[in-house]
């Protein structure tokens, strides 16, 4: 296994040296030399209903982890946002949901990926509608979002600025 990823196939299973309930998210080694502060982790999560829950807390400890100081709103938002995509990949798409985090230049990219090749319609419901409104949630709170191919079938991403460049 890549010392730099932290991969969970199951709940019963820990990353070495990682306590049960808070994932030791480390630095990437293979980001981009130029760009010291980096920080990368990427988790299997389970098929199930569990795991919306079990992303929440693994965004929380990896932001408490790498963005200690970061205005207390962010992890809140970020909590909201992967609960949003995990609850997407989980009803609307196929095999287990894989969660990377990549947290470069003061910005905070969340990426929720499945095995599903559908495309994920615009933000937008009719009113009456009782759900779809979690795109539009994405896409109202973060700094951009999106979707993108990959070998598996599709990733949904967002971005929050966690601490702004200094200009």
Do not use: Y
Not at 119 to 135: A, I, N, Q
């Amino acid at each position: 296994m890549d010392t730099a990823m932290i991969s969970l196939v199951s709940p019963a299973v820990r990353p070495v040296g990682g306590a049960p309930n808070r994932p030791q998210a480390r630095p990437d080694e293979a980001a981009d030399h130029r760009v010291l502060s980096a920080r990368r982790a990427r988790w299997t999560l389970p098929a199930g209903p569990r795991s919306t829950s079990r992303a929440r807390r693994l965004v929380r400890a990896a932001l408490r982890d790498w963005a200690g100081g970061a205005d207390a709103e962010v992890p809140e938002v970020a909590e909201l946002l992967v609960s949003e995509l995990v609850t997407n990949a989980l009803k609307h798409g196929r095999g287990e949901p894989v969660l990377a985090l990549l947290l470069r230049d003061g910005v905070l990219r969340c990426e929720v990926e499945d095995e599903a090749r559908v495309r994920v319609p615009p933000p937008g419901t009719p009113l009456e509608d009782e759900g779809g409104r979690g795109l539009l949630i994405v896409e109202s709170l973060s700094r951009s979002w999106g979707v993108r191919p990959t070998s598996r079938g599709k990733a949904v991403w967002f971005e929050l600025v966690v601490w702004p460049q200094a200009t």
